[in-house]
């Protein structure tokens, strides 16, 4: 028996971009804690591999103007206050 890995097995399977793992729309919430935690130390590079993953998806899925919260925009860098 294979063990199970987390996130690692919730990948996309085209060309519904649903997850192979629970069929919820990719990138699922074990994807994202898994791409989180893979891109720990670079989160521009997370941002870039999700638009670059996200213009893949684009002929494959109807526009939805919500595309771009679904793949990239979870996975901003919270924002920092500069105060005065």
């Not at 987390?6 to 729309?25: E, F, I, L, T």
Request: aromatic share 8%; hydrophobic share 40%; proline share 10%.
């Amino acid at each position: 028996m294979t063990a199970y890995r987390r996130g690692r097995d919730h990948v996309a399977a085209r060309p519904s971009w649903r997850c192979r793992a629970c069929g919820a729309p990719w990138p699922c919430q074990p994807a994202k804690l898994h791409l989180l935690d893979l891109y720990a130390d670079d989160r521009l590079g997370l941002v870039v591999d999700l638009g670059v993953t996200m213009a893949a998806a684009l002929p494959d899925l109807p526009y939805d103007e919500n595309l771009l919260d679904r793949f990239v925009r979870w996975a901003r860098p919270p924002r920092r206050r500069i105060d005065g």
